[in-house]
């Protein structure tokens, strides 16, 4: 899924009942997208990412397969993800620190 948009290595996927949040890592970006579980109809999707100490980067509206993908300056940084499709959301805390 990598080249649907997200550089890097895949670091993490937060599964929540609608869909699941992949989160890409390279050596100096950190990158996510929410990802629909079942492609299809129109709905609202968002995705963020925040790196520690700096302001989120989001991309929100109604999509038929994935919100993003959005990307971050990290290095060395933690970073804070937040998706949602439809009714199903899900966040990180801080995490790749």
Request: proline share 6%; with cysteine.
């Given at each position: 899924?990598?080249?649907e948009g997200?550089?890097?290595?895949?670091a993490?996927?937060?599964p929540f009942?609608?869909?699941e949040v992949?989160?890409y890592?390279s050596?100096?970006?950190a990158?996510a997208?929410?990802?629909?579980?079942?492609?299809?109809?129109?709905?609202?999707?968002?995705?963020?990412?925040q790196p520690?100490?700096?302001a989120?980067?989001?991309?929100?509206?109604?999509?038929?397969?994935y919100a993003?993908?959005?990307?971050?300056?990290?290095?060395s940084?933690c970073?804070?993800v937040?998706?949602?499709v439809?009714?199903?959301?899900?966040?990180?805390?801080?995490i790749?620190?």
């Amino acid at each position: 899924m990598a080249g649907e948009g997200c550089g890097g290595r895949l670091a993490r996927t937060l599964p929540f009942s609608t869909g699941e949040v992949r989160i890409y890592k390279s050596r100096t970006q950190a990158c996510a997208m929410a990802v629909a579980r079942v492609p299809g109809e129109r709905r609202p999707m968002e995705v963020s990412i925040q790196p520690r100490g700096g302001a989120p980067v989001r991309d929100a509206g109604r999509f038929t397969r994935y919100a993003g993908p959005v990307t971050v300056g990290a290095i060395s940084r933690c970073v804070y993800v937040k998706g949602s499709v439809g009714a199903g959301s899900v966040d990180s805390g801080w995490i790749l620190c």
